[in-house]
């Protein structure tokens, strides 16, 4: 008898802890989602009246051929002294001079130092030392320009990640990843910008300013990985060293309608970034990932990139689209958490699974998002943040001071870097119980996609609901960004792909996402879409009248919902 009444017990607190968990989970839901209503009643207004002052104008045309070959292509034709590193350093040095004025992506450049680097490989190369065949497997990036995001360390030039500092923090050594990239032979041009700390989804700063997004002035190119993908959507870069915690490579890859890849945990060295966090788990959430403008370049950037102490990638895999069995979901789920698809991404998404005969899946757990994402990264002790690191003699920073002098226009930070502290407190008064239920739920979401997705399967998913709106307007959207961290929160490898323009001519993407070590299917299925959908389409310029003439057919988003099956999952 009393075995059957501790069993009782035991059920009924079981059910109680169950139902507490799913009412607190409804409140914390309803509270967001209202507060994002009313945030944007302050923010629309407030980002219209900003943009009154940006003038409408058009990027310079791209006038040199050199600004157009795949990196690839490209270095292929230096090994074999068809072209000058000269040359194309040259031409993207000048691109950057044409653009940097209206896009305001570059932080700091070195572009003299690269010329000579630039002159020092032709030098070599003419002299016939190494075989083509030699450079070709050591150094392949031989003589290409590469532009890297101001947050990883590049030696002598400034690392401060946005943040406002008496005394410029430069670099005094490379980053692991910027030191296999000079390696393999690319020339460090430049160091792009982003947000403070990286701890926000547009990219503005108060030292650098804000950076605008090439098809629209009057638009954010997302962040933190903005300054990059502004460069290689203008034609001003053509392989970008970003990172990436929660889309931060991914939403401005989509925003600027190029590509950015979120690798496996560790594969890629994430040492020499700022912000960082000797917390034990902070490299199965944030890495340095690569973005290019072309999607047949991604296998050979990261390849350049990975670590050789971290998991091997099968990048040489040749594999065929046709041999990769296809999932999709084009909502959240049943949670109604994030706002639905815009008209055009919905048809474009919808329109892609079609094409590649997706099976429609529902993930149920997938509502769980923005709870496990919040949970995992916000319980993450000694990251770097305004409160953490100082300028020597300086006094901490504390978190009720801050944000007083915010509010009254005294701080050197930008609004995310203040209310983390917020966040990060928020976060301690929830039960250790809901956070180790999230915890579970993460656990039995890998599962899931391990067993759907096998090693020849991937998933396509939205990587945000709209293309890029106007600057600041990300403010009444943070909840949206859950699209993508929901990828590091699982650990999964996850591609943007660019799939054509919408009705205004801004850039649509998609997320395609595999099982860890399966990189090699993302970027196959990537450069299959390349194939399919076009790719990087030219931004407006001054001696266009529309964009929609460089696009194709895959470029508005069209064509009829998918007819595939629907599966219920989870």
Not at 249 to 273: C, D, E, Q
Request: overall charge positive; aromatic content about 8%.
């Amino acid at each position: 008898m009393t075995k059957l009444l501790k069993s009782i017990f035991a059920y009924v607190s079981l059910q109680l802890d169950i139902l507490r968990f799913r009412i607190l989970g409804y409140i914390m839901r309803r509270f967001l989602r209202s507060a994002m209503i009313v945030f944007s009643w302050f923010v629309v207004p407030y980002s219209r009246y900003t943009n009154i002052k940006v003038i409408r104008r058009k990027l310079p045309p791209i006038r040199s051929h050199l600004l157009e070959i795949p990196a690839v292509d490209l270095a292929k034709l230096i090994r074999t002294r068809k072209i000058k590193s000269e040359e194309v350093v040259e031409a993207y040095i000048e691109r950057c001079r044409q653009v940097n004025p209206l896009i305001n992506a570059i932080v700091q450049d070195r572009f003299e130092e690269a010329l000579e680097e630039a002159r020092e490989i032709d030098n070599v190369i003419a002299m016939g030392i190494n075989s083509v065949e030699s450079m070709e497997e050591h150094t392949p990036l031989l003589g290409i320009p590469v532009t890297v995001k101001e947050s990883i360390a590049v030696k002598g030039m400034t690392n401060q990640a946005g943040r406002v500092f008496k005394t410029p923090q430069i670099a005094k050594s490379d980053a692991p990843v910027v030191e296999q990239i000079k390696r393999c032979g690319g020339i460090i041009m430049l160091v792009s910008n982003t947000p403070e700390l990286c701890l926000l989804w547009e990219t503005y700063n108060n030292v650098t300013g804000q950076t605008k997004n090439p098809y629209d002035l009057k638009r954010t190119p997302g962040g933190s990985s903005g300054g990059e993908a502004a460069l290689l959507a203008s034609g001003a870069s053509l392989l970008g060293l970003t990172s990436d915690i929660g889309g931060s490579s991914r939403l401005p890859a989509m925003f600027s309608g190029i590509w950015g890849h979120k690798p496996t945990p560790y594969a890629v060295s994430f040492r020499g970034h700022h912000p960082t966090s000797d917390f034990p788990k902070w490299g199965d959430f944030f890495t340095i990932a690569p973005m290019t403008r072309y999607a047949k370049d991604l296998p050979l950037l990261l390849k350049c990139m990975s670590d050789p102490t971290g998991p091997k990638l099968t990048l040489d895999k040749e594999i065929s689209a046709h041999g990769i069995r296809f999932f999709f979901m084009d909502n959240d789920g049943p949670s109604g958490m994030m706002r639905p698809l815009s008209r055009d991404l919905h048809a474009a998404i919808n329109r892609v699974a079609s094409d590649f005969n997706a099976e429609r899946v529902n993930i149920r757990k997938m509502k769980w998002s923005l709870d496990i994402s919040l949970s995992a990264m916000l319980t993450m002790k000694n990251i770097e943040t305004i409160y953490h690191k100082t300028e020597e003699g300086e006094q901490p920073k504390t978190v009720c001071k801050e944000t007083v002098k915010y509010f009254f226009g005294c701080s050197d930070s930008i609004l995310p870097s203040v209310i983390f502290g917020h966040l990060q407190n928020f976060m301690k008064i929830i039960p250790n119980s809901r956070h180790k239920h999230l915890a579970s739920i993460i656990e039995a979401l890998k599962t899931e996609f391990k067993e759907m997705l096998g090693n020849d399967g991937v998933f396509l998913y939205p990587t945000f609901p709209n293309t890029a709106h106007q600057h600041y307007q990300i403010y009444h959207k943070l909840l949206e960004p859950m699209y993508m961290a929901i990828f590091n929160t699982l650990g999964l490898p996850v591609t943007n792909c660019m799939i054509g323009l919408d009705h205004r001519n801004l850039p649509m993407g998609i997320q395609v996402v595999a099982n860890p070590g399966q990189d090699h299917l993302c970027l196959a299925v990537a450069r299959e879409m390349e194939r399919r959908y076009g790719g990087w389409v030219r931004p407006p310029s001054e001696d266009s009248h529309s964009s929609s003439s460089n696009s194709n057919g895959g470029g508005n988003g069209g064509g009829n919902g998918a007819s595939s099956s629907s599966k219920q999952r989870g």
